[in-house]
């Protein structure tokens, strides 16, 4: 299921959540990584969960806020997890 927001939504927001929901990604009516999910193919999707989530766990050494990037990963981590989980219970 898409989340929907409002551009208007996501400019009242007081607190931007860097990790979880970033302002920049709530912007219209459907976030960033719900457009993937519902382009790419089921491996595709997991495979760009899977290369996200590397991707930030193998900067975060060299960037200014170490522990947002791993928190990052994280999520990308956990939307993986979940996205098995599903796939498990579809079985």
């Known amino acids: 299921m898409l989340k929907k927001r409002t551009l208007i939504k996501?400019?009242?927001?007081?607190?931007?959540?860097?990790v979880?929901?970033?302002n920049h990604y709530t912007v219209g009516l459907i976030e960033a990584?719900?457009?993937?999910?519902?382009?790419l193919t089921?491996?595709?999707?997991?495979?760009h969960l899977?290369?996200?989530?590397?991707?930030?766990l193998m900067r975060f050494n060299?960037?200014?806020?170490?522990?947002?990037?791993?928190?990052k990963a994280g999520w990308y981590v956990n939307r993986l997890i979940l996205e098995l989980r599903a796939e498990e219970d579809e079985e």
């Open 10 to 18: 996501a400019e009242k927001d007081n607190q931007n959540d860097m």
């Open 20 to 22: 979880n929901s970033p």
């Open 33 to 39: 990584i719900d457009v993937m999910k519902a382009k």
């Open 42 to 47: 089921r491996e595709q999707f997991i495979g």
């Open 50 to 56: 899977l290369a996200t989530s590397l991707k930030y």
């Open 62 to 71: 060299y960037k200014d806020k170490k522990l947002l990037d791993t928190e």
